[in-house]
C-alpha cells in the first residue's frame, strides 16, 4: 500500500464524536475546495457505522450544496431515518462552519436471492497495457496554463491508479469528439475485506471523471486549461454486486445531455471479469467563462 493510499484510509476514518455524529478531516482538492468524492465517501462511512451489521450499501442520492472549505474538519450528522425487515435508510447531514454543505440519502440492504441479469460489459482494453498516469499526463504538460498543474494532479490521484483508455478531455481541446469515456482504475495497494471500505473508495473515485463525456462532446478540456468552470451538483449510485476496489474496475461513461450550464454524465462500473457491479448518475456545473 503506498503511502497516499493510507492517508486517504485515514480521511475515510472518521471520529466519532456522539453516537449519531462524527468528524473527519479534509484536505484540498487540485482547486482550494474540498473534492466532491472524499465528502460522498466520508458521509457514506458515516452512514454506514450506523448500520445493523449484515446489510450493505444499494445505492445513494445526494447534493452538494456549498463548496467545502479544505482548512476546516468536516462534522457528518446522521438520521436513522428506519431499520426495516430488509432494508435501512439513512440520513446525512455534512456542516463546516455552522451551515450544511452536503447531503446524503443511503440505503442499505440484507443480502438475498433474486432475479438476476444485466448489460454487458463493453469492448475495452486491458488495462496492464494502458499507461499510467505518471506516463500520461506529462505528455499534455503544454495544455496547461498552470505549470504545476501535472505534479498535483499527480498527487492528488496517487492514492488510485487510474488509467484511460483513450485520451483524456485535455487532450483534444477543440476537437469534439463521441461523449464516451472509459478509464480503468484501482486502488494502489491491498484493502481489508470490509465491504463498505471498498464501495466508499468506488464513491470517492466516481466523482474524478464522470463529467469527461460531457467536456468530450464539445471539445473542451476542462477547468485544468480553463475553457470550463465546474462543479458536482448531484449525485446518485448504486451497488449492484459485490467488487473489490483494490482490483481492476473499468468506469464506462457518457452523456446523453447539457443545458443551462449543467451536464449531465451516467455510467456504469464493471468488474474486470465482466459483472456490472456499479450505476452512476451525476449532473454537474459545466459553464463556458466569460
Known sequence: MNQELEALLDLLDLERIEQDLFRGQSRSALVPRVFGGQVAA????????????????????????????????????????????????????????????????????????????????????????????????PRYAHRFSDPGIVERMLQARAAVDLRYVDEPPYASVGAPREPHSQVWFRTGGKLADDPLLHVCLATYVSDMTLLDSVLLAHGRGGWTVGDVVGASLDHAMWFHRPFRADEWLLYDQESPSASGGRGLGQARIYTQDGRLAVSVIQEGLVRVPR
Open 42 to 137: 466520508q458521509a457514506l462511512v458515516a452512514a454506514g457505522r450506523t448500520v445493523p451489521e449484515g446489510r450493505h450499501a444499494h445505492s445513494l442520492h445526494a447534493y452538494f450544496l456549498r463548496m467545502g472549505d479544505p482548512g476546516a474538519p468536516i462534522v457528518y450528522e446522521v438520521d436513522r431515518i428506519r431499520d426495516g425487515g430488509s432494508f435501512t435508510t439513512r440520513r446525512v447531514v455534512a456542516v463546516q462552519h455552522g451551515r450544511p454543505i452536503f447531503h446524503l440519502s443511503a440505503s442499505f440492504q440484507s443480502v438475498e436471492e433474486g432475479l438476476e441479469h444485466q448489460a454487458p460489459m463493453p469492448p475495452t482494453t486491458d488495462p496492464e497495457l494502458l499507461p499510467t498516469a505518471a506516463e500520461m499526463l
